[in-house]
């Protein structure tokens, strides 16, 4: 593929994904509509309001005050108070409302990006730091939904209005003024326009920034026990220091950057118009050319405009600068999922029968190099197949391959006479229960851990399960029994602790005519291996069963044993016969002292 070629591509990916992620936020917008109408009404109402007040101030120097009439003195300075308490209250639900678009705006870009990461295939996600994950998700999705679309956009509408009314009433009381009072609304945006390209340059710096800072946290944060270990308290905090010194200082010219950009036109040129306003209307009176009470009106409406106008300029300020999250939220959105999820063929009949596995010609390779070449094997249905090998030959990725977390280059791999490729990935991975090296432990009960990712189960079963892998008495004696909560990660169980969950939870899935074990009982103890020995014996009734294993004691009264070694099925045959031919299985079962007897 040529360069110009992979560039098209990216920027089709990039277009689809905008589109995508333009398309959530006016969904929900559109979901939202009749609160959105109920916000503009408000903020009709309230523009109104706030452009009626300097009316009163015309009425009380031109007509009141003059004219002696101390009864409509009276109305007027009730008006003054009434209006702005009125404005207060209008705005006080319009933000309400608006709050609560912004935050389903938010949950909807969440929400779609969870689902999407759900299914996108692990090879990709591998190369995004977690934090830097977390981060996109809740950060930047809060900053599209909660701080742009609820504190930005919505209310440049009620700005437009108070902008525009207030120019109109400017004109209508006395259009020289209110025309000087224009000529410095384009060089105020102007000058915010190339203010606005440095610091968004700077906000996409430290926008980086913080995610990698946060990813480095993370890090620090799961890796307590070793740093401890290893005394590198010292490495975290010269690595902290350093992440979050180069953020704070991206931060600081950025942030000092947008505040002038605020206070630009907000101080200095409304200082300048105000000042130049109130010079020209003075002789403008002098000469009888306007009112008193007209001068302090238009003096009134001249900061409700340029508030406005510091309103508008803040939400293109913010336009340009959610570009960052918009696209932080699109390289999310484009990473690659796993094929055949939830479309393809019809989900498959799951036999009741154990079914057999093949392999054909199967190659693989990561980016560091082959993992498996020229693959070819078969499991018959039923049969306990213990696979062993030197450490890097393709004993896991056989399994990954299997379960489709990895896709093959080339190659065929078939459950029960069917091509996986052929089968949706809900049909297929419901066939397996794996119990993986790295077992995951929700911050759940340990009920909820076992039965995982079923809600609706009888403690019964999961108490005869837990039986089964040897895990009944130790839940018994915690707090809590069953009820007890595992901590996150299960920080504070032992690694057999957690294989033994793990075991449980593959025993949990009865209807899964495959049970594939990976290291399962590397962390176990003698006594507990014999007992999850025995369980997987029990289990494998009705099943294949795939056992990786270093430990050959695990796998000894295997119906047959596959050595592995550089991606290829280089020995094949029972246990004895495995000793007697006097390969790398032979060399394995020397070192480790074993008797197959």
């Known amino acids: 593929m040529t360069s110009d070629e992979g560039k098209t591509r990216r920027v089709h990916r990039n277009s689809e994904s905008v589109t995508r992620t333009a398309e959530i936020v006016r969904q929900t917008l559109y979901q939202n509509k009749y609160t959105i109408v109920a916000v503009v009404i408000m903020m009709l109402t309230g523009s109104g309001v706030m452009l009626v007040q300097p009316l009163f101030f015309k009425m009380l120097f031109d007509t009141a005050i003059p004219e002696q009439d101390t009864g409509l003195l009276w109305w007027l300075l009730a008006g003054m108070v009434v209006t702005p308490l009125a404005a207060i209250g209008i705005s006080y639900f319009q933000g309400h409302l608006r709050v609560r678009i912004g935050a389903s705006v938010a949950l909807a870009l969440r929400k779609a990006v969870v689902n999407h990461l759900l299914h996108v295939r692990l090879d990709a996600l591998d190369k995004i730091p977690k934090g830097d994950i977390v981060y996109r998700i809740t950060r930047d999705g809060g900053k599209i939904g909660e701080m742009y679309i609820a504190q930005e956009l919505l209310p440049v509408f009620s ?130 050319e306007i009112t008193i009470g007209g001068l302090v009106a238009i003096m009134a409406y001249a900061p409700r405009a340029y508030a406005a106008l510091r309103s508008i300029l803040t939400t293109y300020t913010g336009t340009r600068l959610i570009d960052v999250s918009v696209q932080s939220l699109n390289d999310l959105f484009d990473l690659p999922v796993e094929g055949g999820f939830g479309r393809g063929l019809a989900p498959q009949r799951v036999s009741v029968e154990p079914p057999d596995i093949e392999f054909s010609g199967v190659h693989f390779k990561y980016d560091r190099g082959y993992e498996v070449k020229d693959l070819s094997l078969k499991i018959n249905g039923g049969e306990f197949v213990g696979i062993v090998g030197p450490s890097g030959g393709g004993k896991t990725t056989i399994i990954d391959l299997l379960t489709r977390l990895q896709e093959p280059e080339s190659g065929r791999i078939s459950i029960g006479g069917t091509d996986i490729l052929q089968m949706q990935l809900e049909s297929l991975r419901s066939r397996v229960a794996v119990v993986p090296q790295d077992v995951f432990i929700w911050n759940a009960s340990f009920a909820d851990n076992i039965a995982y990712p079923e809600t609706d189960y009888e403690m019964e079963e999961v108490e005869r399960i837990a039986r089964l892998s040897a895990l009944h008495e130790f839940i018994q004696k915690q707090p809590e029994g069953y009820d007890t909560v595992a901590g996150e990660d299960g920080t504070a169980l032992s690694g057999g602790e957690k294989q033994r969950i793990a075991l449980a939870r593959a025993f949990m899935r009865d209807r899964s005519r495959i049970l594939i074990l990976d290291e399962a009982t590397s962390a176990l103890d003698a006594l507990a291996e014999e007992k999850i020995r025995t369980a997987v014996e029990e289990a494998r009734t009705g099943r294949t069963t795939i056992v990786i294993a270093h430990r050959l004691s695990t796998i000894r009264h295997a119906d047959r044993i596959l050595v592995v070694e550089g991606g290829k099925l280089v020995e094949s045959g029972t246990p004895r016969e495995l000793v007697k031919r006097g390969g790398i299985f032979a060399s394995m079962y020397e070192a480790q002292s074993l008797d197959f007897e």
Request: glycine share 6%; charged share 20%; net charge positive.
């Open 159 to 288: 700005s437009s209005i108070v902008l525009a009314g207030a120019l109109v009433m400017m004109f209508l009381l006395n259009v020289e003024l209110a025309a000087l009072f224009c000529v410095a609304l384009p060089a105020t945006y102007l000058i915010t326009r190339y203010l606005t390209r440095y610091s968004k340059e700077l906000d996409r710096r430290s926008h980086e920034q913080i995610k990698i800072a946060e990813s480095f946290l993370y890090e620090v944060v799961s890796a307590f026990r070793t740093i401890r270990l290893f005394t590198g308290e010292e490495h975290a905090k010269m690595g902290w220091a350093r992440q979050t010194g180069r953020y704070t200082r991206l931060k600081i010219r950025g942030a000092a950057l947008h505040d002038i950009m605020l206070t630009f036109p907000n101080e200095v040129i409304n200082g300048l118009v105000l000042g130049v306003l109130l010079g020209f209307g003075a002789f403008q009176a002098m000469d009888n």
